[in-house]
Every structure is written in structure tokens, then in C-alpha cells.
């Protein structure tokens, strides 16, 4: 589970974060939607111990961000906005290269590499190199290494990004894989119908705060829209649309 409790945050004259507070619990894909400037990346970035709020608290599973920033990382997996991959290394290696960063060895090592593998139906990709691979087989790739210590907690950062229609059907399954085995996904993007299709619940910032923070359908009842799309211009009060 994820609490981000009165997160604050400025820059010289910018606050990036204003009092942020919302949760994302386990079993659930929480969205966490904003226009440009929002503070999400700001918020991002705290959760994953790599900068320090001025004040407020962001904890994974009961440990602070802040206080603890690497046991944080032993709890949650990371899932990048673009799958920067060595082409000489098969997914096999690269899962296994992951996996001893968060200190698996020997047997554990590889029992751990060959479950995430077979989750993620990778079996027939796992020991040919990265090099000509399509962008939905990166993509598998990327979330093998995010998840490959089991976290508990995974964050997503935009991650259908460039990707083609059918890769972005097969990150959508494997999402809601991982929800049903109980996990806790924290998921950013731009695109609203993703948003619409994949979320159980929505947390939209303006100006590092909450402003909505319900089910997709309920944020559309509570505007009054039939799409989701204009339910979030309506609610962060700007017709411009565009996600940071």
C-alpha cells in the first residue's frame, strides 16, 4: 500500500507540491493523472526516495520514503517510460542481472528469474538477445525486471508510451495479472481512455494537490460527462487536456 500524507515541495519560487495527499491500496491500479506541472513527476520521484519533500511523509507498505529510502526500493518495482535494454544480453540475463541487484544469488537467483518468466509468458523469448526485439517484447522485458524481487508495490510511469495497439493490449492483461494477485499499481499516464479502461480508482492533481480522487465513472457522474476525457478538463479547470 501506498500513503502520500501532506507531501510539500518547491523549487526556488515553484511549488510543486502543496499538501499532496491521496493512498493507493492493494488489489487496485490507482491512476495518477495531472495537466503539465501538476507535480507528478515531483511526487514520483519522492515515492522512489529520490528527493527529499520539505515536509509530509510518503510511505510504501508502512516504510518512509524519506527516512528509508532503500528498504522503499526492496518494496516496490519500477516500471520505466522507456525500456532501455542491452541488445546483446537476452531477457534471461537481464532479468537475473535485476534480480542480484536486490541481492538474489546462486539457485534463488534463478528460481526467482524463472517464475517471473513463466508470469509473464516469456518462455519463448527468454534466451534469444534483446537486439530486433519489437516494442511489446521490450516491454515484457522491463516489467520482468520490475517485478522480479516481487514487490508488492509497483509504479508505472506512462509506460504504453510508444507503444503499438496489440503491445498495449498484452501491458494491459499483464496489468490486470498483477492486480489480481493482490498487488498495489500506481500508474501515470496521458492517454484517457487507458486511464478509463484500466484504473479501479483516479487521483487527479493541479498545482501539486488533489483535486478528485474517486472511480472513473464516478468522477464522470459527479461532472456530469459521458467521457472521461472531458470529465478531467472539467475537473483541473483548463481546456488544454495535454498530461505532463
Known amino acids: 500500500m501506498i500513503i502520500v500524507n ?8 515553484v511549488q510543486a507540491l502543496n499538501g499532496l495527499s491521496f493512498h493507493a491500496e492493494n488489489g487496485q491500479i ?5 495537466p503539465n ?3 507528478k513527476t515531483t511526487c ?3 515515492l522512489y ?8 511523509e510518503a510511505t510504501i507498505d508502512g516504510t518512509s520514503a524519506t527516512d528509508d529510502p532503500l528498504n522503499v526500493r526492496r518494496h516496490i518495482g519500477i516500471f520505466p517510460d522507456k525500456f532501455g535494454l542491452y541488445e546483446r544480453l537476452t531477457p534471461r540475463e537481464h532479468i537475473a542481472y535485476i534480480a542480484e541487484l536486490h541481492g538474489f544469488k546462486g ?3 534463478d528460481e526467482a528469474v524463472e517464475k517471473t518468466i513463466q508470469d509473464l509468458g516469456m518462455a519463448d523469448i527468454a534466451d534469444r538477445r534483446t537486439q530486433g526485439f519489437s516494442q511489446g517484447q521490450r516491454m515484457k522485458v522491463a516489467l520482468a525486471q520490475a517485478i522480479v524481487h516481487q514487490p508488492k508495490n509497483l509504479i508505472l510511469d506512462e509506460p504504453s508510451r510508444g507503444l503499438d495497439v496489440m503491445s498495449t493490449r498484452i501491458l494491459r492483461e499483464l496489468m490486470f495479472g498483477l492486480r489480481e494477485q493482490g498487488r498495489c499499481i ?3 499516464s496521458h492517454v484517457m481512455q487507458e486511464v478509463a479502461a484500466l484504473c479501479d480508482r483516479v487521483v487527479i492533481m493541479v498545482k501539486g494537490q488533489v483535486v478528485a480522487d474517486d472511480t472513473p465513472q464516478a468522477l464522470c457522474e459527479l461532472t456530469q460527462q459521458a467521457s472521461f476525457e472531458d470529465a478531467f478538463v ?3 479547470g483548463t481546456d488544454e487536456g495535454i498530461m505532463a
Open 6 to 13: 501532506d507531501l510539500k515541495k518547491s523549487y526556488n519560487d
Open 30 to 34: 490507482t491512476g495518477l493523472l495531472g
Open 37 to 39: 506541472g501538476a507535480g
Open 44 to 46: 514520483l520521484r519522492s
Open 49 to 56: 526516495g529520490l528527493i527529499k519533500p520539505d515536509s509530509g
Open 107 to 109: 539457485a534463488t537467483r
Open 186 to 188: 500506481l500508474f501515470s
Open 234 to 236: 472539467q475537473l483541473i
